[in-house]
């Protein structure tokens, strides 16, 4: 059970995608399973920077009853920050943000009406009272959701600020390594080799840089 369970956890926002089989520091829902494909790259970037996690898919017009469920319920079940995305009219991280008093960060979807602008606007732009943290449309938002809500985590654990230093020193050395756009890789710091690091974030962005 346990074994099936942990092959089919790359492709199903379903089920709990955890390091370490700790309890779920952060919780990713989305409004649709459309929203994974985007939202994976949040969850590949928790995994890679060591952060426990959870997975869900909740929609504020879908099932809102479960929505109200998890939102209210997740500072007791110990999540302290949640990641919401969502496309359209998209009110999944305002809901959410109105039922907890954890941080919640909105990721809109790019949506294939409007590209995704609905979805950042409905997200963005929240009356005063209620604060959503809303990142970029799309994988961007999704990776720089997972890295802000690593660096929350950091200010209470330190281990997790570490982690955004390396990622940080591994991004760097990234781009040092491959800085001449026209031939090899002359790499201008005082490192000329690719760490393991690097080839982290190599997993975490599909061998490509973060746009
Ligand atoms: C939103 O509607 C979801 O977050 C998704 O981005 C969008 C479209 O959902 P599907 O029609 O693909 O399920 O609720």
Not at 157 to 164: D, L, N, T, W, Y
């Amino acid at each position: 059970m346990m074994m099936a369970q942990k092959k089919t956890q790359r492709s199903n926002p379903h089920v709990n995608l955890t390091s370490a089989d700790k309890h779920p520091l952060v919780g990713i829902i989305m409004g649709s399973m459309s929203d994974w494909e985007t939202m994976e790259h949040a969850a590949r970037t928790l995994k890679s920077l060591g952060v426990p996690h959870e997975v869900r898919i909740l929609s504020a017009h879908r099932t809102p009853d479960h929505l109200f469920e998890y939102a209210g319920t997740a500072e007791d079940r110990g999540l302290e920050v949640i990641i919401a995305a969502a496309g359209g009219a998209a009110h999944l991280a305002g809901v959410t943000a109105a039922k907890t008093i954890l941080p919640v960060l909105g990721v809109p979807m790019e949506s294939a009406s409007l590209k995704g602008l609905d979805s950042l606007l409905s997200t963005v732009q929240m009356p005063g009272g209620i604060p959503v943290g809303t990142l970029a449309i799309g994988k961007p938002g999704a990776i720089n959701a997972a890295l802000f809500a690593t660096a929350i985590l950091g200010t209470k654990h330190p281990e997790f600020r570490e982690s955004i230093r390396k990622y940080r020193a591994a991004q760097s050395e990234q781009v040092l390594a491959n800085s001449n756009p026209q031939g090899e890789a002359k790499p201008l710091g005082k490192s000329a080799k690719v760490s393991s690091a690097v080839r982290t974030i190599h997993d975490v962005t599909d061998n490509k840089s973060p746009r």
